[in-house]
T-cell receptor, first 113, second 118 residues
């Protein structure tokens, strides 16, 4: 079973601060995705990273995939209250034919105004 | 973009009754759909993988006789919680993979169904 350790589990910061969320595993993933979920809604895909060492930017969000494709990070610059939500990383298993995703436990981010 | 809907969005039922939740891909065909369960402030836990025209594959610890999955068409999968108990109360989310792009990395998630068993 491939596991994804996500940290921190909870994060409460002030508006304007920077933060980084980490997603680590001992296993290699074919690709890794980051989602954001608001209460009572389904997860919304933010980004997919595929290549080791890949860096993707989405406005104030920067996503990085580790060289060995075992870990990833999400960095938010100048956080805003609208960034509040549950951030989930999910890895697609190497091999197999059903493309199952393994989810991390999530990081619940609260950005206070 | 690819849209997945779920119905109902929330449901309250009495203990011992059965509840059916629908998951539909609205603008694409999905050979594979996934059913997840999520408790408050926790991550998604995969319950089963639903393949069109074949039996679902359940994750370890998930009772297949309690959580019946039917993927009868390329746009519809249903999850029936049979003989529901209060501990089955949860947020159920489905996702779907686009049939046209078999190498696509993405699963498209539905908005979820809140089940409360009283």
């Amino acid at each position: 079973t491939q596991l994804l350790e996500q940290s921190p589990q909870f994060l409460s910061i002030q508006e304007g601060e920077n933060l980084t969320v980490y997603c680590n595993s001992s296993s290699v993933f074919s690709s890794l995705q980051w989602y954001r979920q608001e209460p009572g809604e389904g997860p919304v895909l933010l980004v997919t990273v595929v290549t080791g060492g890949e860096v993707k930017k989405l406005k104030r969000l920067t996503f990085q995939f580790g060289d060995a494709r075992k870990d990833s990070s999400l960095h938010i610059t100048a956080a805003q209250p609208g960034d509040t939500g549950l951030y989930l990383c999910a890895g697609r298993n190497s091999g197999g034919s059903n493309y199952k995703l393994t989810f991390g436990k999530g990081t619940l981010l609260t950005v206070n105004p | 973009g690819a849209v997945v809907s779920q119905h109902p969005s929330w449901v309250i039922c009495k203990s011992g009754t059965s509840v059916k939740i629908e998951c539909r891909s609205l603008d694409f065909q999905a050979t594979t759909m996934f059913w997840y369960r999520q408790f408050p402030k926790q991550s998604l836990m995969l319950m089963a993988t639903s393949n069109e025209g074949s039996k679902a594959t359940y994750e370890q610890g998930v009772e297949k006789d309690k959580f019946l999955i039917n993927h009868a068409s390329l746009t519809l999968s249903t999850l029936t919680v049979t003989s529901a108990h209060p501990e089955d109360s949860s947020f159920y989310i489905c996702s779907a993979r686009d049939r046209v792009w078999p190498e696509s990395y993405e699963q498209y998630f539905g908005p979820g169904t809140r089940l409360t068993v009283t």
